[in-house]
């Protein structure tokens, strides 16, 4: 176990090691036991974290802000737009400044080449822990409520599980790639195999996937990738974990208009009940949130028995809790 992690970064997956990323699940485990006893655990009194938003968010904003108060902090609320940035402040200004007033700076940025670079260049000029609260790249803080969560349902080990990452048709906005992308990056590391299937104009960054299929090689794990129009169905036998949510075709054209004449191909993308019927019996379905629901998946699977949406979207609180707790004192 690795327990140095103080004043750490968290920006993309693989920043944190897999013995690191062990240590954030064994602490998130005992500060979610806390909670449920109503033990106060304020690890990080008198400490308060700069949330900075370029992006609307539910779950993030929610889970980081409860996060900090019942660890004994507080967390600011920043929406990009009431701020100085669009009239000069640069990221080396947020990071050195906000460095200064702030115990840690957590952004969400997910605009297409920017929010990456925005953030690590904040994290450049900041003293203390930057966090990615999404970017177009990486979700890191969803991936880790989502391993916390598969081990909570499958047990820890995990080798030998078969995990579905799968495209699916949405209407609402054409969704950043950043699930899919830290999903592929993480989980072979803990012994998933992982078969990633999406229509063809829907490839995730190929870099992201060579790192992918490389962490699959070191850990002896499985990585298949089904690229075809009619692919779900074929990726969902025999699955153990089912993990399907929209994406934008952002690889093949960042268009608005022309990404919805692409997706809207693909209607059949849709996890119902008879997709799952092709999975194991006990298989779970999974999603970060928020879906179209009954575009993207039928409310007969996301409010039924295999469904684990709400359990996923607790974990935020607790595994962001644990990074903050373990950076931040
Ligand atoms: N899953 C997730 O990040 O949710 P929000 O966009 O609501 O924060």
Redo the contacts with the bound molecule.
């Keep these: 176990m690795q327990t140095d992690l103080r004043n750490r970064d968290l920006i993309g997956d693989l920043d944190f090691s897999k013995e690191e990323v062990e240590t954030v699940l064994d602490v998130a485990w005992d500060l979610k036991r806390k909670r449920a006893l109503g033990e106060p655990h304020p690890y990080l009194r008198d400490k308060v974290l700069a949330m900075l938003f370029f992006f609307?968010?539910?779950?993030?904003?929610g889970s980081f802000e409860a996060g900090m108060a019942q660890l004994g902090g507080h967390a600011a609320f920043i929406e990009s737009r009431t701020t100085q940035i669009s009239h000069g402040d640069t990221e080396k200004e947020l990071g050195e400044i906000f460095g200064r007033y702030f115990d840690g700076i957590a952004i969400r940025h997910v605009d297409w080449g920017i929010g990456n670079r925005y953030i690590n260049l904040v994290a450049e000029a900041a003293r203390v822990p930057v966090f990615n609260m999404?970017c177009e790249i990486y979700?890191p803080f969803?991936c880790l409520a989502d391993l916390m969560t598969i081990m909570e349902k499958k047990g820890r080990d995990l080798r030998g599980k078969k995990m579905v990452v799968s495209w699916a048709y949405a209407s609402s906005y054409l969704k950043p790639i950043s699930v899919p992308q830290s999903l592929i990056l993480q989980m072979p590391r803990f012994g998933l195999d992982v078969v990633l299937a999406h229509p063809p104009e829907f490839n995730l960054m190929p870099d992201i996937v060579e790192q992918a299929k490389e962490q699959a090689r070191k850990y002896k794990t499985g990585f298949e990738i089904i690229s075809d129009p009619n692919g779900m169905e074929e990726a969902f036998k025999d699955a153990d974990i089912i993990y399907a949510k929209s994406w934008g075709p952002l690889l093949t054209t960042q268009d608005p208009e022309e990404g919805k004449r692409i997706q809207d191909q693909y209607k059949h993308w849709i996890t119902d009940a008879r997709k799952m019927a092709l999975a194991k019996d006990d298989a779970i379905y999974m999603h970060?949130?928020?879906a179209d629901r009954d575009i993207e998946v039928t409310s007969e699977v996301m409010d039924g028995p295999h469904s684990v949406v709400f359990d996923e979207a607790e974990n935020r609180l607790h595994v962001q809790k644990a990074v903050m707790a373990l950076t931040m004192r």
């Design positions: 609307s968010s539910t779950r993030t904003r999404q979700h969803q970060p949130l928020p």
